[in-house]
């Protein structure tokens, strides 16, 4: 399964978001791998995200770990893959 995301894609955030849910795709400045754009694979109760890959060869949830929506830079609304 090819990457949801290449590189030179181009994808369009909204900076304030009404509120994250399971799902979404979200640019996430993380402590270790930098800027990133991944799936929110779960909620906890206290709000910490769980962030996935689409593709099976992405970056492996444990590694991710749980990140705080503080660390949410924008949800992506719209995504275009140049030709």
């Given at each position: 399964m090819s990457p949801a995301f290449c590189h030179?894609?181009?994808v369009f955030t909204l900076r304030r978001h009404s509120?994250?849910?399971t799902g979404d795709v979200?640019?996430?400045?993380?402590?270790?791998?930098?800027t990133i754009i991944?799936?929110?694979a779960e909620i906890s109760p206290e709000g910490a995200l769980r962030l996935e890959g689409d593709n099976p060869?992405?970056?492996d949830t444990a590694s991710?770990?749980?990140q705080p929506p503080s660390k949410?830079?924008?949800k992506v609304i719209w995504h275009i893959r140049p030709r």
């Open positions: 030179n894609d181009y509120g994250l849910k979200v640019v996430i400045n993380h402590p270790r791998f930098n991944k799936r929110i060869a992405s970056t991710l770990g749980w949410v830079i924008g």
